[in-house]
């Protein structure tokens, strides 16, 4: 293209670019700063000998260690008595105090098992069978209750009486053994047919451990062959198991149903009394 085939500007066009160049070349150039120069900064003096500033204060005296060993001093010989013993332990035994496992009684000695169960066995007798003030809450009477006690008075009042006959001992030992045992039984199931509030078990432990006064009585009668006497002997025998079960039947059951609960009782330890007194 060529400048005679420019094309000509509007005539508002090329008053505007006039102006401008009239405004250009009528005052001088300047151009203005973006922003005002910022003020000169602060030197940081730099020494060259140490970077820090000397302190007056002293220097902290090296931390003590909490470690001190213990150097065993010679034993002195003014004093020839031993050191005290140290003093016992205050934590109580778990196993005593009714927390924790009970103590391993596989690997004690057999002695020590029978003395135990020994012990149990005379406790629970002073409980059920003499006067004792736990009588009036029989509850706690025979809470640690065993068979071991009632097992031996059964064999041992069986024994007695087959001893006691002159012919078919055995026979003997046998239904006394059964009368007493299914007696037992039967008489458990009564009271919680009757809905007494007790242990299978524990009155089973209950009636064979008054069986006692019943055992001492056949004992007696074994060695003095009196029918007079056996009469005295069996009854005061009788009272004394009938007197020993009553209280712990007739709280196991409802007031209204204490005699069928004590009927049954006083008519096994009566049939244990006419088999004393039988046998000859």
């Known amino acids: 293209m060529s400048h005679s085939d420019t094309i000509p500007l509007h005539a508002s066009s090329q008053s505007d670019i006039d102006e401008i160049e009239n405004l250009i070349y009528a005052s001088p150039a300047t151009v203005l700063p973006a922003r005002p120069p910022s003020p000169p900064r602060a030197s940081i003096p730099v020494s060259s000998s140490s970077p820090f500033i000397n ?8 931390p003590k260690s909490s470690y001190q060993p213990q150097i065993p001093k010679p034993p002195s010989s003014s004093s020839s008595f031993p050191p005290p013993p140290p003093p016992p332990s205050t934590r109580p035994d778990i196993a005593n105090s009714g927390f924790g496992p009970a103590p391993n009684t596989l690997t004690e000695p057999v002695w020590d098992t029978i003395k135990r169960d020994l012990s149990r ?29 009632p097992f031996f008075f059964i064999v041992f009042l069986g024994l007695i009486l087959s001893w006691s006959a002159s012919v078919k001992k055995s026979e003997v030992f046998a239904v006394a ?94 049939s244990v009394g006419f088999l004393i007194i039988a046998i000859d």
């Open 121 to 149: 066995i005379v406790s629970n007798l002073k409980l059920v069978v003499f006067p004792n003030p736990n009588r009036e809450d029989p509850g706690k009477a025979l809470r640690d209750w065993d068979l071991w006690g």
């Open 177 to 270: 053994f059964a009368l007493l045992a299914a007696g037992a039984v039967i008489l458990t199931l009564n009271v919680l047919l009757l809905g007494g509030h007790i242990i299978f078990f524990q009155s089973l432990s209950l009636l064979g451990y008054c069986l006692f006064p019943l055992d001492v009585g056949a004992l007696i009668c074994m060695l003095k062959n009196n029918v007079i006497l056996k009469m005295v002997v069996v009854c005061v025998t009788l009272a004394w198991s009938s007197w020993a079960a009553y209280p712990f039947m007739s709280s196991a059951v409802n007031p209204r149903r204490k005699a069928l609960a004590l009927y049954p009782v006083f008519l096994m330890y009566v």
């Open 55 to 62: 302190s007056n204060l002293p220097n902290p005296a090296p």
